[in-house]
């Protein structure tokens, strides 16, 4: 098992670009979450998933979009990049309310110019 | 707002015990607790969980006061491998759909 994957591993972008961040995993897990961790912080939940095509605000939800077509991957879109997103997103998933352990990817560094 | 208190940071010398305090005063009744770690330039690592009684597994032990409005995350042995950021975590689940909501922390360091 692969577990938790994320693409891509680092990223630069201007401001006002776009991109999407992928998160994978091969654990059949009901619930995704994406964190955004800034220096020196904890992480902080910005949307999150209880299963296929369900999505949910998390603690810092603005300037991102989420999406969960399928039930092993949950995408995190950025429309128009802004220094201040500039961070390192993890991913992470569980199996269910009852099974809260969660597993988390490698994480993405982002940064915007 | 993390609703648990943590230290700062800790040190510890490798091969002694280290205990991890956390205070969750706001505790409710169906929430648990957590413990996650983070190592340097990696994701968080789960490292134990538990609702009321004491718990153990093959990383940690986790002992939890009997008004749950503390806890301590104990290493039995710390190693080098054991310095990283440890994360106590109140997790509301049935409401709050099982997300963990992250403080700051307390960054152990163990000394050879």
């Known amino acids: 098992n692969a577990g938790v994957t994320q693409t891509p591993k680092f990223r630069v972008l201007k401001t006002g670009q776009s991109m999407t961040l992928l998160c994978a995993q091969d654990?059949?897990?009901?619930?995704m979450y994406w964190y955004r961790q800034d220096p020196g912080m904890g992480l902080r939940l910005i949307h999150y998933?209880?299963?296929?095509?369900?999505?949910a605000k998390g603690e810092v939800p603005d300037g991102y979009n989420v999406s969960r077509l399928k039930k092993q991957n949950f995408l995190l879109g950025l429309e128009s990049a802004a220094p201040s997103q500039t961070s390192v997103y993890f991913c992470?998933?569980?199996?269910?309310?009852?099974?809260?352990?969660?597993?988390f990817g490698p994480g993405t560094r982002l940064t915007v110019l | 707002d993390a609703k648990t208190t943590q230290p700062n940071s800790m040190e510890s010398n490798e091969e002694e015990p280290v205990h991890l305090p956390c205070n969750h005063s706001?505790?409710?009744?169906?929430?648990?607790i957590h413990w996650y770690r983070q190592l340097p330039s990696q994701g968080p690592e789960y490292v134990i969980h538990?609702?009321?009684s004491n718990v153990n597994n093959r990383m940690a032990s986790l002992a939890i006061a009997e008004d749950r409005k503390s806890s301590t995350l104990i290493l039995h042995r710390a190693t080098l491998r054991d310095a990283a950021v440890y994360y106590c975590?109140?997790?509301?689940?049935?409401?709050?759909?099982?997300?963990?909501?992250f403080g700051k922390g307390t960054k152990l360091s163990v000394k050879p």
């Open positions: 992470a998933s569980s199996y269910s309310v009852s099974n809260p352990q969660s597993n």
């Open positions: 654990m059949n897990h009901e619930y």
């Open positions: 998933s209880v299963g296929e095509g369900t999505t």
């Open positions: 706001t505790i409710s009744g169906t929430d648990y």
């Open positions: 538990g609702l009321t």
């Open positions: 975590i109140r997790g509301g689940y049935g409401g709050s759909q099982g997300n963990l909501i």
